[in-house]
Structures are given as C-alpha cells and as structure tokens.
C-alpha cells in the first residue's frame, strides 16, 4: 500500500517555474515506478512524465519536453516534477501515481496508486 500527498502547486505568471512534490509512504516507494498526470476540469486525465523505480529511466509527453523534469529522491519517499517556462495551457491538477511496475509506465491503467492533486494554475 502507497499512500500519496502532492504539494507545490499554486498560482505563477507565465514563464514562472514551479516545483511539485510527491510525498510517499509505505515501504514499496522505492521499488516502484512513478508517474505524474494532469487533468483539466471536462478532459480526459493526460500523462506528464514517468520515471522508473530508480530514476535513471525517464520519459515525457511530448507537450512538456525540455520544459518539465522528473525526479525523486528514494531516501525522502518524495517525487518530484519541476516546472519551467509555464505556460497558461499548464493550468490543470496535477496527480502523482505509484506503479506496481519498477519500469517506466505511461498508461493510467498501470497506476495502482494515486495522489489527491494540486492545482497549477498558471495566468497570462
């Protein structure tokens, strides 16, 4: 059992930068891979970035190349997703998600577990 809490969310100018946090507990943080996702209000919830269990291994969807970074840090129990050059499309909740799978995951159907959200909201 992993249970999530994501920080780090607000309000930010355009071209702002931000940094989320993913709080892990549970013994298996270190052994699973991690992702984040977001979700606007009527859409569909839409991949982010992944990374597996030890971090080297990392994938984006291609809306946030060179803008977002993924990492973590397994010592913490903590994710992170560090954003920069917002922009107002940016403006979503953002989840974080825990995998049974130690590898790089991109569907939601690989998530077990899931974060409550943070809001981005990002203003032009």
């Known amino acids: 059992q992993v249970q999530l809490v994501e920080s780090g969310g607000g309000l930010v100018q355009a071209g702002g930068s931000l940094r989320l946090s993913c709080a892990a507990s549970g013994r298996t943080f270190s052994t699973s891979a991690m992702g984040w996702f977001r979700q606007a209000p009527g859409e569909e919830q839409e991949f982010v970035a992944a990374?597996?269990?030890?971090?080297?291994?990392?994938t984006y969807a291609d809306s946030v190349k060179g803008r977002f970074t993924i990492s973590r840090d397994n010592a913490k129990n903590t994710l992170y997703l560090q954003i920069d050059s917002l922009k107002p499309e940016d403006t979503d909740v953002y989840y974080c998600?825990?995998?049974?799978?130690?590898?790089?995951?991109?569907?939601?159907?690989?998530?077990?577990?899931w974060g409550q959200g943070t809001q981005v909201t990002v203003s032009s």
């Open positions: 990374t597996d269990w030890r971090g080297r291994s990392t």
């Open positions: 998600a825990a995998s049974r799978s130690m590898f790089v995951r991109l569907a939601k159907s690989d998530y077990e577990y």
